[in-house]
Nanobody, 121 residues
């Protein structure tokens, strides 16, 4: 059974850094896009960063230059390096992975349970 597990969330002070990880477990055929979303308390979810299977990336304007998304396709891992964190980055961060379980299946999205990032002095 395929699962997506995020890790790396923590409570930090403004200006500090964190690296979130997204691990896909289970038997799969291929991973396509990996996308990080975040949901601050009492607000809607927003797309933070995404990376395609060939490495193209895009970012939310407010994190451009501070966050870096990457992937290790050999280990079914995705990462979100977050530098110069601000209080407004506080949210639950979710990893969404578009993948195919078998080569005759269509691609589906799988999302993990999220990891909490809190930035506060």
């Amino acid at each position: 059974q395929v699962q997506v597990v995020e890790s790396g969330g923590a409570s930090v002070q403004p200006g500090e850094s964190l690296r979130l990880s997204c691990l896909v477990t289970g038997s799969i055929y291929k991973i396509y896009a990996i996308t990080w979303y975040r949901q601050p308390r009492e607000t809607q979810s927003e797309l933070v960063a995404a990376i395609t299977e060939d490495g193209h990336t895009n970012y939310l304007d407010s994190v451009q230059g501070r966050f870096t998304i990457s992937r290790d396709s050999t280990r079914n891992l995705g990462y979100l390096q977050m530098n110069s964190l601000k209080p407004e980055d506080t949210a639950v961060y979710y990893c969404n992975v578009a993948l195919r379980v078998t080569d005759w299946d269509v691609a589906y999205d799988y999302r993990g349970q999220g990891t909490q990032v809190t930035v506060s002095s």
